[in-house]
Nanobody
Framework: QVQLVESGGGLVQAGGSLRLSCAAS????????MGWYCQAPGKERELVATISSGGSTNYADSVKGRFTISRDNAKKTVYLQMNSLKPEDTAVFYC?????????????WGEGALVTVSS
């Protein structure tokens, strides 16, 4: 089992920045892709950004040029640097990890970090 713990959420004014962190613990061997998803009130959870174990990244169009995902494999931590935040970025941000072990695929979620952007 893998535990994911997010930190760094909070309240920020439009145009400001926040950095989210997600630390993985437990049976972390075999973790490959990690990422961030967000869920705004009344909406479904959607992709924000992902990063492979090799460092390849993928971003939602809405955050390209503003958000940067990175990871520290030694610390088993993934980060999301969010700049130029907009009120429409307000959401709960969830950390995600995918793991392959013993020929099976597993997916894990953190409990979420609330990001509120005021206008």
């Amino acid at each position: 089992q893998v535990q994911l713990v997010e930190s760094g959420g909070g309240l920020v004014q439009a145009g400001g920045s926040l950095r989210l962190s997600c630390a993985a613990s437990g049976s972390t061997f075999g973790i490959n892709g990690m990422g961030w998803y967000c869920q705004a009130p009344g909406k479904e959870r959607e992709l924000v950004a992902t990063i492979s174990s090799g460092g390849s990244t993928n971003y939602a169009d809405s955050v390209k040029g503003r958000f940067t995902i990175s990871r520290d494999n030694a610390k088993k931590t993934v980060y999301l640097q969010m700049n130029s935040l907009k009120p429409e970025d307000t959401a709960v941000f969830y950390c995600n990890a995918r793991r392959r072990a013993w020929g099976k695929d597993y997916e894990y979620w953190g409990e979420g970090a609330l990001v509120t952007v005021s206008s």
